[in-house]
């Protein structure tokens, strides 16, 4: 190194205004002098001037962050001293919590030029059966579930978004960054059919039977192919799916479910 050479000095790139055998004069782009060990310098034989940019290579593993993506714990940036990758300044760096462009904004002075993340470990995931994925937009209710970047098993999304729903995905995976939600996923609504035979209805002969107009019969007979009600009318099971409704005498009111079962 010699006077004239540009350098990295306490953490900024600096030019060397004189130096001796153990020690150098550095000035910051502020016009601020320091003299340090030699030591703790970083020559920089590429550097051409305060506006050299050394450009960077993301590493293997890792990827750029927009602007707006919010800080996490272990993000690493390239800034304009050299190329080589650093953890972030400060509580940003442990906590995270503030976007790339707000940190580049509060530590302008180091010429930020990409903030980086590793890459999530690759977690294949398989939907159970009897479940559905919900697109971004979906909004979330109670009973919904998730997969995260730590392994292959679902688990209930966190805190009130699990108890009470009422975000989207899209917000949920952008609360919980950290966990690299995978996918959000929820149980199929319960599908009804017609009985196919008299061992399916049997178990159901019992209950009251409700026409679409509201009146009330019973079971008279059946078999393995219709059932006959009051009044001597006879239904094949899928008419009577479509036709006919179970009514269930509760506290005074009637519940009336699907003339069929539900899977």
């Known amino acids: 190194m010699k006077i004239g ?15 001796d055998e153990d020690w150098a004069i550095c000035i910051n782009a502020e016009g601020f ?8 310098v970083t020559h920089l034989p590429e550097c051409t001037g305060w506006g050299w940019s050394p450009g ?3 590493p293997e593993g890792w990827f750029k962050l927009d602007d707006a993506a919010i800080m996490q714990k272990g993000d690493a940036r390239f800034d304009g001293i050299d190329d080589k990758p650093r953890r972030p300044l400060g509580a940003y760096g442990d906590h995270g919590g503030i976007t790339v462009a707000e940190f580049r904004k509060k530590y302008a002075h180091r010429d930020i030029l990409a903030v980086i ?3 999530p470990p690759v977690v294949e995931y398989v939907v159970p059966e009897g479940w559905y994925e919900l697109d971004d937009t979906a909004v979330m209710q109670k009973g919904d579930a ?20 009422g975000i989207t995905v899209a917000n949920f995976r952008r609360k919980y960054g950290n966990l690299n939600i995978l996918a959000v996923i929820r149980r199929l609504p319960p599908v009804a059919r017609p009985f196919t035979s008299a061992v399916e209805f049997a178990p159901h002969a019992d209950k009251w039977v409700s026409w679409m107009d509201g009146t009330l019969g019973r079971v008279l007979s059946f078999d393995d192919r219709q059932v006959r009600v009051s009044g001597l009318r006879v239904f094949e099971f899928g008419e009577a799916f479509e036709q006919l409704k179970f009514a269930e005498f509760k506290d005074g009111e009637i519940k009336f479910t699907k003339f069929g079962i539900t899977e």
Do not use: M, Q
């Open 56 to 58: 960077y290579v993301i």
């Open 5 to 19: 050479d540009w350098c990295v000095c306490n953490g900024t790139r600096e030019l060397i205004c004189n130096l």
């Open 146 to 165: 998730r997969f995260d970047g730590i392994d292959d098993k679902p688990r209930r999304p966190l805190g009130a978004y699990g108890d009470h729903g």
């Open 117 to 119: 993340r590793k890459l």
């Open 33 to 40: 002098s320091s003299r340090v060990l030699i030591s703790g």
